[in-house]
């Protein structure tokens, strides 16, 4: 009997395509390339509702990865492989552009935010943020948690702030030097930090903290979240991007408190 080889792989191939086309459709999502997106910490809860809806109607499932905007742009300079990053801050953004590692063309802010100081649910700090406010008297014998100065977005905008407004000679030395955002609230959180430094968004969205005054806008930069499509981004990675910053995100972003950038 004559075996014809080439009808087999022929017979096999069209079998294959068979089998994927009746998978379930969730099954045969699962066939197609993730995209990796990193993001900024105060960007958690956001991006994972946007993903999932972006998903829904895409098929293109996204892996999230959030840390702080220090920590992921060294990632990707290391090649970390994602296909978008996120940053809290223009600085790690140009940190990136400057190595040629994303795609200029592709960068645009999408939304704002607000520094406001926090206090456990169960404070009754009335605190009223103003130049030479009682900072490190209402700490009494605590430290101030916020992210690390030196890296860390969030705390870049605390030490402009409190510069600003002539306090932080007395408080420098007692800072909880969090690795992101989302851990300086924690401390707060554990009650190991009587006060601290975050996002709006990140305080709206934790129970557990109450936010005693915002950070007048004039003592800090602009606190807006550039993104950017990485250089060796999938194809999928610029239409991601595009969505977050289109008029159906619009609702999203500004649910978790997030501010609308005028243009």
Known sequence: MNINPQKHIVI???????????????????QRPELLVFAAASLTNVLEELSAAWKTHSSVPVKLAFAASSTLARQIEAGGGADVFVSADQEWMDYLQQRGLIQASTRTDLVGNRLVLIE????????????????????????????????????RYARSALMSLGVWGEIQDRLVRADNVRNAMMFVVRGEAPLGIVYTTDALAEPKVRIIDTFPAKTHAPIN???????????????FLSYLASPEARDTWKKFGFLELTK
Do not use: C, H, M, W
């Open 12 to 30: 096999f191939v069209a079998a294959l395509a068979t089998l994927l086309l009746s998978l379930p459709a969730t099954a045969r999502d699962e």
């Open 120 to 155: 456990p649910a169960d404070g009754k700090s009335q605190l009223k943020i103003t130049p030479g406010f009682r900072l490190a008297e209402a700490l009494g014998g605590g430290r101030l948690s916020t992210g690390d100065p030196e890296t860390v977005p969030v705390g």
């Open 225 to 239: 979240y550039p993104g950017a499509v990485t250089r060796s981004a999938r194809g999928e990675a610029i239409a």
